[in-house]
């Protein structure tokens, strides 16, 4: 506490990431990054961005990175969307902060489920959005007949998080109709390891924002860059809120190596599917180990010893050398959130609870 703190900052609890450990021997399942490494084209795009001793570096990027605008349109043209759709971010993250600005602080609480992104609630602090959690039900899904109450805006990501659990699109598309006075944001950050997309919605319901991030399907956690994608009235606000706060949210890395991993969607879909077999394999092993696992469409799974504590079972794993996620929350605090690995790495963790469980 400083008395040189402005009261909003004494009044903030900010979001607490997953740890990323500085020892290099540790097998990391907890923060949900794709083992695999990105698409060689990004280290091909970046090393073409530096060349000539980095020269490029001494001008700004593309204020609005119109390119990967472009890539990220022409991959979904499938869906109708347009480059003015698009709004590219530092990271989903931003895009999502800059959201909650935007479009979703109102007179009226926005709406998201008790257990979801703990993102969520920090911007809110943040932001001053005033805001009320419904509670997932008791299989933790989503059920949209909850979400009734009048509100400012509904926010949720699909498949959920921690608990990579999916809502069906029509679902989706029956909540957009019944909250035409309200946007409803889509955060999309697991979606191709399994869920059905809401960009084919986009262009029927103007109060739809999909967000989504190159940090997990694309493995590219480090560049970070995330886009959301709506139609032009809500692009224009979020618009509005970045050329407030930072015109150049994209460094020439980032959009470089973006576009080329848009690009290569031949290898996003190899690393993709080869994450979905894994977590087939995965979710077995732990069924057969005592563990009750939630249906994931996610590159994590959500799982429950039915006798073990769950900090004791993170603990013990950690102890061995792998890190897995356990939130101390009401209703989750005997789960473990545990990321798909390789097949290698899923085998550690198994054997590593084999033994600790024995
Ligand atoms: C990982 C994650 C994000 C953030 O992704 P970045 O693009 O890396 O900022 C957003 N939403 C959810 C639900 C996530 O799990």
Request: aromatic fraction near 8%.
């Amino acid at each position: 506490m400083s008395r040189y703190w402005s009261s909003l900052v004494h009044r903030l609890t900010p979001y607490v990431p997953g740890e990323q450990p500085k020892l290099a021997k540790l097998v990391k399942l907890n923060t949900n990054e794709n083992p695999y490494p990105p698409s060689p084209r990004v280290a091909e795009a970046i090393a073409e961005e530096l060349s000539k001793g980095g020269e490029r570096l001494r001008l700004y990027p593309d204020p609005s990175a119109d390119c990967l605008k472009e890539a990220v349109a022409a991959r979904f043209a499938d869906c109708g969307i347009s480059a003015q759709q698009v709004f590219v971010g530092n990271g989903s993250d931003e895009v999502l902060a800059h959201a909650f600005m935007a479009l979703l602080k109102h007179e009226l609480p926005i709406l998201f489920p008790d257990i979801s992104y703990s993102f969520y609630p920090v911007y809110c602090g943040l932001h001053e959005v005033a805001y009320a959690t419904v509670p997932l039900d008791e299989d933790f899904a989503i059920r949209i007949d909850d979400y009734v109450a009048p509100n400012g805006g509904i926010i949720f990501p699909n498949p959920n998080a921690p608990t990579g659990c999916l809502l069906p699109l029509d679902q989706i598309a029956r909540l957009l109709a019944r909250h035409r006075e309200s946007v409803v944001v889509i955060d999309e950050a697991y979606v191709d390891f399994g869920g059905e997309s809401a960009l084919a919605l986009v262009n029927e319901h103007p109060n739809l924002l999909v967000v989504r991030t190159l940090s997990k399907a694309h493995s590219l956690a480090g560049l970070r860059v995330g886009y959301a994608v709506g139609q032009c009235a809500l692009i224009e606000a979020l618009d509005r809120v970045k050329n407030s706060f930072n015109s150049y949210p994209l460094d020439r890395l980032a959009i470089a190596g973006a576009v080329a991993a848009i690009g290569d969607q031949a290898y996003f879909d190899g690393t993709r599917q080869a994450v979905m077999r894994s977590r087939e394999v995965l979710c077995t092993a732990l069924s057969g180990l005592g563990f009750a696992v939630l249906p994931s469409a996610a590159n994590f799974v959500f799982a429950r010893h039915q006798q073990q504590d769950a900090a004791e079972l993170a603990a013990a794993l950690r102890q061995r050398g792998i890190i897995v996620r356990h939130f101390k929350l009401p209703r989750i605090d005997q789960h473990l959130r545990i990321t798909v690995g390789t097949d290698a790495q899923c085998a550690l963790l198994v054997d590593a609870l084999r033994e600790i469980l024995a």
